[in-house]
Nanobody, 121 residues
Framework: EVQLQASGGGLVQAGGSLRLSCVAS????????IGWFRQAPGKEREGVSC????????YYGDSVKGRFTISSDNAKNTVYLQMNNLKPEDTAVYYC??????????????WGKGTQVTVSS
């Protein structure tokens, strides 16, 4: 069974930083795309960042480029999202997700429960 456990969310002031972690299990971690998505109240789910397993290519959403960094530790089956210079508009539930296929462009098939990030102004 694929499981994705995200943690590290919280309340932070604008300009601050947080690091999210997602521990994965139930599949071969380094064979599958894995990434972060977020959903704010009343808004559609948005792609934040993703790592493709087939070529190591990393994707970032336009709104987080230059502020967020995704990384992974295959030995720990864990993907991280370092979030710097946080803004109130980053407030959302952040979800970790993985796909059946190795490329981010093929989409995600499994989702974790999410962790709340709240940025105060």
């Amino acid at each position: 069974e694929v499981q994705l456990q995200a943690s590290g969310g919280g309340l932070v002031q604008a300009g601050g930083s947080l690091r999210l972690s997602c521990v994965a299990s139930g599949f071969t971690f380094d064979d599958h795309a894995i990434g972060w998505f977020r959903q704010a109240p009343g808004k559609e789910r948005e792609g934040v960042s993703c790592i493709s397993a087939n070529n190591g290519k990393i994707y970032y959403g336009d709104s987080v480029k230059g502020r967020f960094t995704i990384s992974s530790d295959n030995a720990k089956n864990t993907v991280y999202l370092q979030m710097n210079n946080l803004k109130p508009e980053d407030t959302a539930v952040y979800y970790c997700a993985t796909g059946e296929r190795p490329s981010c462009v093929d989409g995600m098939d499994y989702w974790g429960k999410g962790t709340q990030v709240t940025v105060s102004s």
